[in-house]
T-cell receptor
Framework: DAGVTQSPTHLIKTRGQQVTLRCSPK?????VSWYQQALGQGPQFIFQ???????QRGNFPDRFSGHQFPNYSSELNVNALLLGDSALYLC????????????????FGSGTQLSVL | AQSVTQPDIHITVSEGASLELRCNYS??????LFWYVQSPGQGLQLLLK??????LVQGIKGFEAEFKRSQSSFNLRKPSVHWSDAAEYFC????????????FGAGTRLAVHP
């Protein structure tokens, strides 16, 4: 049973470009969350997708957008890249429990290291 | 605003020594608290969590943490550290309940001397 898989593992872009990162959730999970982890910092919540809709969003500009597909996989898109977007982008998946309104345990992928030059 | 503070950026201990990593949180309601570990090039692995009940929680790899509401703390402990415990440790609070949206501290990097 594969865990959370992310691609690519590393990526180099230049300022102003656009980037798409991909995530496949753990089998049986229906919710995908994205986090940005800058060097020397803790992860910061970007947004969460459930039933192909953005359900929650952190304090990130509109340049950060996402998508969830019917198979629960997800993409994170960042437009007009800035040097400050250089970070490790982590995807995490979980199973939403409608009865409680909460997600069960979060599983993280190994991340995509994005470098913006 | 919700926040998590890990006062120690870097800690070095000798193998076999005890360990305590500090975590303080700011949260208006009953917090959901977590400790995660991250090894180089890896994602985050959950060590333990506190949602309610017994304030001393046991986790994997011999770790435990104690929730102290009066001190707004959730410190991580281990009685005897192994060289393989060297990693970055993150404390987090569940801002929207459970695992829905986590707010992480800046992390504590643990080095273990042989």
């Amino acid at each position: 049973d594969a865990g959370v898989t992310q691609s690519p593992t590393h990526l180099i872009k230049t300022r102003g470009q656009q980037v798409t990162l991909r995530c496949s959730p753990k089998s049986g999970h229906d919710t995908v969350s994205w986090y940005q982890q800058a060097l020397g910092q803790g992860p910061q919540f970007i947004f969460q997708y459930y039933e192909e809709e953005e359900r929650q969003r952190g304090n990130f500009p509109d340049r950060f957008s996402g998508h969830q597909f019917p198979n629960y996989s997800s993409e994170l898109n960042v437009n007009a890249l800035l040097l400050g977007d250089s970070a490790l982008y982590l995807c995490a998946s979980s199973l939403y429990v409608p009865r409680t309104g909460e997600n069960e345990k979060l599983f993280f992928g190994s991340g995509t290291q994005l470098s913006v030059l | 605003a919700q926040s998590v503070t890990q006062p120690d950026i870097h800690i070095t201990v000798s193998e076999g020594a005890s360990l305590e990593l500090r975590c303080n949180y700011s949260y208006g309601a009953t917090p959901y608290l977590f400790w995660y570990v991250q090894s180089p090039g890896q994602g985050l692995q959950l060590l333990l969590k506190y949602f309610s009940g017994d304030t001393l929680v046991q986790g994997i790899k011999g770790f435990e943490a104690e929730f102290k509401r009066s001190q707004s703390s959730f410190n991580l402990r281990k009685p005897s550290v192994h060289w393989s415990d060297a990693a970055e440790y993150f404390c987090a609070v569940g801002a929207a309940g459970g695992y829905n949206k986590l707010i992480f501290g800046a992390g504590t990097r643990l080095a273990v001397h042989p």
